[in-house]
């Protein structure tokens, strides 16, 4: 796993866990970086697209670096919402569209019968690289590099880590859209209580979507404050 470090305006530690596809230096993930950096050295994890083990491959090595810090705020987007859970001591937890739960049109017959297929070859299609699914600000690049397909192998470890989900922090924030097609909103509502979910309208990645600039506020307040900023914080309009 990939991990980079921005230094900020404060030694303040916000561990920054991407999504499956995300890079670090796609353009609208370092424009949330950038945002992010005006209050806390960021520290950024970009996933490997193709795993076989969930908890050693994806939960171990941002164990191992926060167990190193004194203090910091985690904030995780969709498969880096699934690991946010699995990781103790976190001061505030906002996620972006976790993936908690498949979303309910995934759930065929033809994908489950996928997942148990042993390759950790990218076979499966997916509506990663559209930009109706993501969002309308999402790059030519970012939508060729955020993969069209997924392995069999990291699909059933998903599967694994959702039905696996630790109980979600009292603390926990969550931004995302109903209109998502990648990740289960109803998962989400079963977990999180109204008040601590903060909706926008647009795509899957809020740092894709037009109204990122409206909901920057109210995300940096989440980071800072958790649960309680939420109801300071009106959009822009």
Not at 38 to 52: A, G, H
Not at 98 to 117: H, S, V
Not at 152 to 160: A, D, T
Request: glycine content about 8%; some cysteine.
């Amino acid at each position: 796993m990939r991990r980079q470090t921005f230094e900020g305006e404060s030694d303040d530690e916000l561990v920054f866990v991407l999504g499956w596809g995300n890079r670090i230096d796609h353009e609208n993930v370092q424009w949330l970086i950038d945002e992010l950096r005006s209050e806390y050295r960021v520290s950024v994890f970009e996933l490997p697209d193709t795993i076989d083990d969930f908890v050693e491959e994806y939960v171990v090595p941002v164990e191992r670096y926060v167990d190193g810090l004194d203090s910091f705020r985690l904030l995780g987007h969709s498969t880096g919402g699934l690991i946010g859970p699995y990781i103790e001591g976190a001061e505030t937890r906002t996620y972006l569209s976790p993936w908690w739960g498949y979303d309910e049109r995934q759930q065929g017959l033809a994908l489950t019968l996928l997942r148990k297929l042993p390759l950790s070859v990218p076979i499966v299609p997916t509506e990663a690289n559209d930009r109706d699914v993501i969002g309308e600000l999402a790059t030519d690049r970012q939508l060729a590099e955020e993969g069209g397909r997924a392995a069999p192998s990291f699909l059933r470890e998903v599967l694994y880590a959702q039905r696996a989900l630790p109980p979600i922090a009292e603390d926990t924030v969550v931004f995302c859209t109903l209109r998502d097609r990648l990740v289960s909103t109803r998962a989400i509502g079963e977990r999180v209580p109204p008040e601590r979910i903060h909706l926008y309208d647009g795509g899957h990645e809020l740092f894709s979507s037009p109204e990122r600039e409206q909901r920057l506020d109210a995300l940096l307040d989440a980071v800072r404050d958790g649960p309680g900023a939420l109801e300071r914080v009106e959009p822009k309009r």
